[in-house]
């Protein structure tokens, strides 16, 4: 385990508790973890880097973390065995990091607890847009995890009175699509996988398929409609949807 960012205790009593945020990066390539080690630590964040399974557990039975970037080929753990073992005690977002192309092990990672992914080679901006999402994304979570107001963009949703509006007009919206709707905007900036949004209507026959759920999301993004602060309805092909912020 390595950490750029530790100091001996004698030293550290002597200072203010480090108030950035800690990342883990789980890495056995040598040559990537120090890029990543080096990028997050440029940005602002406080890294400790590990290169096996083993470790990343050691880690987080005496830290907690609030963000892991995961590489799901380590020499010591099935990746989507490790995710599922970290969620199983952190909340923090998990971004996993990966050359495998297998949209199959990418849909289990993320249906076993990962955040988000992004496949290698990468470039760094398109993992630090990752970072940037799921850190909002928790950050919202934590703040209210069951608001009954949703506001992005101009889109407004009043979850009680099963209500949305996009710039200040009601959007017509059957019982399916405002489930949908509602899942999306609470994880927005969030890939959420087709297993995931068919349990948002659990007993729904037809969105727990691909093709069902594929017609869903397309009617619900022509009663979305477009415009210059609306969110839209990004999809990623074989693994799931999220929605996008305007600004972004």
């Known amino acids: ?29 040598p040559g990537l973890q120090r890029l990543l080690h080096t ?3 440029l940005r602002g964040l406080r890294v400790v880097s590990v290169g096996d399974g083993a470790g990343a557990l050691r ?15 380590l020499p ?22 990966t050359a495998d192309g297998d949209e199959g092990r990418m849909v289990a990672a993320l249906d076993h607890g990962a955040d988000d992914y992004v496949t290698k080679p990468f470039g760094i901006e398109v993992l630090m847009a990752r970072v940037r999402v799921a850190l909002r994304h928790a950050a919202a979570l934590a703040a209210s995890v069951e608001e009954d107001r949703l506001e992005l963009g101009d889109l407004v949703v009043d979850v009680p009175a099963h209500l949305a509006t996009a710039d200040g007009s009601p959007i017509e919206l059957s019982p399916r699509q405002f489930r949908l709707l509602v899942a999306l905007v609470r994880n ?4 959420l996988t087709h297993q995931q949004l068919a349990q948002v209507a659990a007993g729904d026959v037809e969105l727990a398929t691909t093709d069902g759920l594929r017609g869903a999301m397309s009617h619900l993004r022509k009663r979305l409609g477009t415009g210059p602060r609306r969110p839209r309805i990004e999809t990623e092909p074989h693994v799931g949807y999220r929605l996008i912020a305007p600004d972004e």
Do not use: N, Y
């Open 59 to 73: 880690f987080v039975e005496l830290h907690d973390p609030q963000l892991v970037i995961l590489d799901l080929g």
């Open 76 to 97: 010591d753990f099935d990746g989507i065995e490790l995710c599922r073992r970290l969620r199983a005690t952190q909340r923090c977002p998990i971004v996993v990091v």
């Open 39 to 41: 990028t997050l630590e």
């Open 1 to 29: 385990m390595t950490s750029q960012a530790e100091e001996p205790a004698s030293r550290s009593r002597s200072r203010k508790p480090d108030e950035r945020l800690l990342v883990l990066v789980v890495e056995d390539d």
């Open 188 to 191: 927005e900036g969030r890939i």
